[in-house]
């Protein structure tokens, strides 16, 4: 059975500090995709990784796919108080195109 | 940009009513996938639709059917509601060409089931 683990499942960061989102995932990979969720609102897709190594980033975010670890990686710069939502990570796979999401981190930045 | 258009936004039903939701993927998107979300979880897969055939099945319960039309929209019927099924439910769309098949999801239904 296909697992997506995210950790920390809550992160309380300070603006203007860094820190990272972590997904293991329990099979190999072919596609990652990133989504933010504002509370009751839609996912927003942030990045799609596709091949090891890949790195992508828009703003304060960067996203990494580490496939061999089975890792990937959402990293916040400098922090702002609008980054806060709820992140999450989603695996799919082969010609089955359906996400399994992990359960989310729900990200706060503080003033 | 177009988007995804889901109605309705809102339901609220008694149980052991029906409910349909109906959901409208991005023009020339050939993939429909519905999920559902209850409250702080994750978003869970349901069911899919390629080119108007069913492409994948996943957690949906036996009470609930879902169907893609000619038109490429979608609808999701919901039998015999129970309390358990109020959460959010999301279609999302994608154009399913290698190597990428980004999924865009809908504002999403909430469903209250009372």
């Known amino acids: 059975e296909l697992k997506v683990e995210q950790n920390p499942l809550f992160l309380s960061m300070q603006e203007g500090k860094n820190y990272t989102i972590y997904c293991n995932y329990s099979?190999?990979?072919?596609?990652l995709y990133w989504y933010r969720q504002d509370p009751g609102k839609s996912l927003e897709s942030l990045f799609v990784l596709l091949s090891n190594g890949a790195v992508k980033q828009e703003g304060r975010l960067m996203a990494s796919l580490d496939t061999k670890a089975r890792l990937s990686t959402l990293h916040i710069t400098a922090a702002v108080h609008d980054l806060s939502a709820t992140y999450f990570c989603?695996?799919?796979?082969?010609?089955?195109?359906?996400?399994?999401f992990g359960k989310g981190t729900l990200l706060t930045v503080n003033p | 940009a177009a988007g995804v258009i889901q109605s309705p936004r809102h339901l609220i039903k008694e149980k052991r009513e029906t409910a349909t939701l109906k959901c409208y993927p991005i023009?020339?998107?050939?993939?429909v996938y519905w999920y559902q979300q209850g409250p702080g979880q994750d978003p869970q897969f349901l069911i899919s639709?390629?080119?108007?055939?069913?492409?994948d099945k996943g957690s949906i319960p036996d009470r609930f059917s879902a169907q893609q039309f000619s038109d490429y929209h979608s609808e999701l019927n919901m039998s015999s509601l129970e309390l358990g099924d109020s959460a959010l439910y999301f279609c999302?769309?994608?154009?399913?060409?290698?190597?990428?098949?980004?999924?865009?999801f809908g504002p999403g239904t909430r469903l209250t089931v009372l």
């Open positions: 999302a769309s994608s154009l399913s060409r290698p190597p990428t098949d980004t999924q865009y």
């Open positions: 639709f390629y080119e108007k055939m069913q492409s």
């Open positions: 989603g695996y799919s796979g082969g010609s089955n195109y359906k996400l399994t």
């Open positions: 099979t190999t990979s072919d596609r």
């Open positions: 023009p020339r998107h050939d993939t």
